[in-house]
């Protein structure tokens, strides 16, 4: 795993990969936040939904990687309230010209996640 950027462009990740690549953005981008949004919340959820998609029998992968994006939607939010990404261009380079939609972390959270994993070539 690189140190320093987490958003950049490589395609034919594994799974493995690409939660390497999401662990990463989630030390970088969620440490500082709040306890009901930080990396252990995200990890924590993203643990008790594999749990629960194996009793479900669903795709497990699936639902690995969009519970650690559930909450990414926060971080931009937060950027005026925590210290993390405000000396940070990479975010919000990545971000580009995309308006964000409304300051519901969900909504945010969802357009995010579908241009991160675009980059990925994630189906
Ligand atoms: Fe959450």
């Known amino acids: 795993m690189p140190s320093g950027k987490v958003l950049i462009m490589n395609n034919s ?20 936040l709040s306890y009901c949004h930080g990396a252990d919340h995200v990890r924590r959820v993203a643990k008790l939904a594999v749990k629960i998609g194996k009793v479900e029998k669903v795709d497990l992968e699936l639902v690995e990687i969009a519970a650690l994006l559930h909450d990414i939607g926060v971080v931009p939010l937060a950027w005026g309230r925590h210290a993390s990404g405000k000396d ?11 308006a964000l939609p409304s300051y519901d972390h969900a909504e945010v959270g ?8 675009n980059q990925y070539n994630y189906p």
Do not use: C, M
């Not at 940070?88 to 995309?98: A, I, K, M, S």
């Not at 969802?110 to 994993?117: D, N, S, T």
């Open 110 to 117: 969802a357009l995010i996640a579908e241009r991160f994993l």
């Open 13 to 32: 990740l594994s799974h493995t990969q690409l939660v390497e690549i999401i662990n990463a953005f989630l030390d970088k981008y969620h440490s500082d």
């Open 88 to 98: 940070d261009n990479e975010f919000q380079e990545f971000l580009g010209t995309y």
